[in-house]
T-cell receptor, first 112, second 118 residues
Framework: KQEVTQIPAALSVPEGENLVLNCSFTDSAIYNLQWFRQDPGKGLTSLLLIQSSQREQTSGRLNASLDKSSGRSTLYIAASQPGDSATYLCAVKGSGTYKYIFGTGTRLKVLA | EAQVTQNPRYLITVTGKKLTVTCSQNMNHEYMSWYRQDPGLGLRQIYYSMNVEVTDKGDVPEGYKVSRKEKRNFPLILESPSPNQTSLYFC?????????????????FGDGTRLSIL
C-alpha cells in the first residue's frame, strides 16, 4: 500500500533563505506527483504537477523534482518570503488507479 | 471565475441526522473527488468519480455515499452521521485533458466544509 511521508512536519526560516521540502513515497509505480499549498482556513492550491516521465517542473521561485526510483520528490523554494508561509502538501497518483495519496504536510513559517 | 464551490462551509449537527454536502464545479471537469482532512492523518480520499454515473471508493468510504447525476455536481451524503465523521471535508475536480487518464491534470479544490457531529 502506497504511503507518502513529508519531513519535517514544521519548519521556520528567516526571510530570504532558499529551502527544500521533502516528500517520500513507498511505491515507485506512480503516474504523477503534485505539490499543493494550503493556507489556514482555505482549500488547497496546486503549485506544480510532475508526470512520471518528467524529472522536474518549475514555476517562478518554485522548482519540484521527482526521482521515482528512490521514491522521492523535493520542492525547492528560492528566496523565501513571509507570504510563502503555509502548509505544503504532496500527493501521488498511483499506477493503475485513479486514487490520490497525500502526505501529512510540512508547515512552513518564513520570518520577516 | 473557475472554481469549486462547496456548501455549507460550516455545519454543526447531531448523530443520526442525514446531511448532504454539495459540491459544484464550473470548469467542465470529468474527475471529481471528496477528501477528509484530520490532524495527524492528512487528507484521505473518500470517493471519486471519473464522469457522470461513474463513481468508486477511495481509502475511507465507510459511512458515506455519493452520486454523480450531472457533470458539474458531486454531492457527499452522510446517511447517519456519527461523531467520528467530524472533520474538514474538501471537494476537488480535475480535467482529463486531451490524453488518457494515465496523464494527470492538476486538481482544483474547494474551500472546505467543516463538519461537527455531536
Amino acid at each position: 500500500k502506497q504511503e507518502v511521508t513529508q519531513i519535517p512536519a514544521a519548519l521556520s526560516v528567516p526571510e530570504g533563505e532558499n529551502l527544500v521540502l521533502n516528500c517520500s513515497f513507498t511505491d515507485s509505480a506512480i503516474y504523477n506527483l503534485q505539490w499543493f499549498r494550503q493556507d489556514p482556513g482555505k482549500g488547497l492550491t496546486s503549485l506544480l504537477l510532475i508526470q512520471s516521465s518528467q524529472r522536474e517542473q518549475t514555476s517562478g521561485r518554485l522548482n519540484a523534482s521527482l526521482d521515482k526510483s528512490s521514491g522521492r520528490s523535493t520542492l525547492y523554494i528560492a528566496a523565501s518570503q513571509p507570504g510563502d508561509s503555509a502548509t505544503y502538501l504532496c500527493a501521488v497518483k498511483g499506477s493503475g488507479t485513479y486514487k490520490y495519496i497525500f502526505g501529512t504536510g510540512t508547515r512552513l513559517k518564513v520570518l520577516a | 471565475e473557475a472554481q469549486v464551490t462547496q456548501n455549507p462551509r460550516y455545519l454543526i449537527t447531531v448523530t443520526g441526522k442525514k446531511l448532504t454536502v454539495t459540491c459544484s464545479q464550473n470548469m467542465n471537469h470529468e474527475y471529481m473527488s471528496w477528501y477528509r482532512q484530520d490532524p495527524g492523518l492528512g487528507l484521505r480520499q473518500i470517493y471519486y468519480s471519473m464522469n457522470v454515473e461513474v463513481t468508486d471508493k477511495g481509502d475511507v468510504p465507510e459511512g458515506y455515499k455519493v452520486s454523480r447525476k450531472e457533470k458539474r455536481n458531486f454531492p457527499l451524503i452522510l446517511e447517519s452521521p456519527s461523531p467520528n465523521q467530524t472533520s474538514l471535508y474538501f471537494c476537488a475536480s480535475s480535467s482529463r485533458g486531451g490524453g488518457s487518464w494515465d496523464v494527470g491534470q492538476p486538481q482544483h479544490f474547494g474551500d472546505g466544509t467543516r463538519l461537527s457531529i455531536l
